[in-house]
Each structure stands twice: as structure tokens, then as C-alpha cells.
């Protein structure tokens, strides 16, 4: 079993909707979440950190559920600029390893 | 800032040279990692380092080393290149142990014939 799950997608959604990534993680000492964007063929940018409250950064809503070992992301009014693959990051015991989940593609049509 | 940058974009190799990834951060971060990223796997910690003069092995360290003399410069290594090696190399650095947020270079595509 893979430390990092993500659906593999791809993910094909029209203009304005709203769509919602899942992430599960293995390690249960697993001390940072994080989610990160990565465009076609250029390096991951994070987008937001991850925290058990929840957080909220306009269109992009985070959640963290500890005792389920889950991550989710929702992007909310999908733009044709949110296309891209987005990859869930977790960091283990110490913060020195860092595993990244392979990613879920998104795909926003017009 | 420059970020974190890394030289060459692109390389071709024999398999059996040998070559050094160059990457460097001008953001004073005390962190820095090296990934690669091969199709349907994620990236994969190959090696990192907490300091200057400190280094240490991630997931897939075998064939490649790594150095950090300055805070900024931190090469990776390929010994004898391996078709295997052919992947997409990330660097990266991270300003803290308290947010692990990390912040990526560009990227070198690196193919072994």
C-alpha cells in the first residue's frame, strides 16, 4: 500500500463547478499536510497547508481529518486556469521525509 | 529573489558518465531536498539536508550523492548514469522545520541512453 493515496483522475469538469479531491495517508505519526499544484511540465507550487480546523483560501477549502487519516481539497467556481494536477503532501516523524501522493489531474473545459 | 534555481534544463547522457546537477536558493533556507519524478509515481526524496556540512539519504538514494558546503548550493551527484535515472529532478528548499512548506526549482529533465 502506497504511504500516500490520491485518486488518480483525471478529473474533466465544466467552468463553475466544483470539485473535490481525497487524499489518504498511512502513517498515523504524520505531522504536516499539505496540498500543491503542479502545471504540465513545470515544478509544484504549494497551494495550502493543511490543518485539522480546517482552512480556507478563497475558492479552495482544506480539510484534515486525523482519525481517519484523510485530506481533502474543493475548489469551488472551477476556472479554466485551475487545470493542472494536484498533488497531496505529507510529512512524516522529524519533517524529513517527505512523501508526495502521484497526483490527480484536472481537466477544466469551457 | 531568484528562488531556487537549477542548471542544466535539459541533459542527455551515456549511460556510465558521470554528471552534477546544480541548484541553488537565495532565500537564506536552512533546508534543502532533491526529488525525482518519474510518470504515475509522484516525486521521491532522493537525498536532503538540514545544514550546511549535513546531509542525509531519503527514499531512493542509490546512485547519486550529494554535498552542501554553503547554504545556498546544494549539487546532486550522478555516479555512473543508468538508464533508470532518466526522470524529471526536482530541487527544493524550505525556510523552517515548523511548516515543511517547500519551495521548488524549476526542474532538469535528465535522459540516459
Known amino acids: 500500500r502506497k504511504e500516500v493515496e490520491q485518486d488518480p483522475g483525471p478529473f474533466n469538469v465544466p467552468e463553475g463547478a466544483t470539485v473535490a479531491f481525497n487524499c489518504t495517508y498511512s502513517?498515523?505519526?504524520?505531522?504536516?499536510f499539505f496540498w500543491y499544484r503542479q502545471d504540465c511540465r513545470k515544478e509544484p507550487k504549494l497551494l495550502m497547508s493543511?490543518?485539522?480546523s480546517g482552512n480556507e483560501d478563497g475558492r479552495f477549502t482544506a480539510q484534515l481529518n486525523r482519525a481517519s487519516q484523510y485530506i481533502s481539497l474543493l475548489i469551488r467556481d472551477s476556472k479554466l486556469s485551475d487545470s493542472a494536477t494536484y498533488l497531496c503532501?505529507?510529512?512524516?516523524?522529524?519533517?524529513?521525509?517527505?512523501?508526495f501522493g502521484a497526483g490527480t489531474r484536472l481537466f477544466v473545459k469551457a | 529573489n531568484a528562488g531556487v534555481t537549477q542548471t542544466p534544463k535539459f541533459q542527455v547522457l551515456k549511460t556510465g558518465q558521470s554528471m552534477t546537477l546544480q541548484c541553488a536558493q537565495d532565500?537564506?533556507?536552512?533546508?534543502m531536498s532533491w526529488y525525482r519524478q518519474d510518470p504515475g509515481m509522484g516525486l521521491r526524496l532522493i537525498h536532503y539536508?538540514?545544514?550546511?556540512?549535513?546531509?542525509d539519504q531519503g527514499e531512493v538514494p542509490n546512485g547519486y550523492n550529494v554535498s552542501r558546503s554553503t547554504t545556498e548550493d546544494f549539487p546532486l551527484r550522478l555516479l555512473s548514469a543508468a538508464p533508470s535515472q532518466t526522470s524529471v529532478y526536482f530541487c527544493?528548499?524550505?525556510?523552517?522545520?515548523?511548516?515543511?512548506?517547500?519551495?521548488f526549482g524549476p526542474g532538469t529533465r535528465l535522459l540516459v541512453l
Open positions: 502513517n498515523s505519526a504524520s505531522q504536516s
Open positions: 532565500m537564506n533556507h536552512e533546508y
Open positions: 527544493a528548499s524550505s525556510p523552517d522545520r515548523v511548516s515543511w512548506a517547500q519551495y
Open positions: 539536508s538540514v545544514g550546511a556540512g549535513i546531509t
Open positions: 503532501v505529507v510529512t512524516n516523524t522529524g519533517g524529513f521525509k517527505t512523501i
Open positions: 493543511v490543518y485539522s
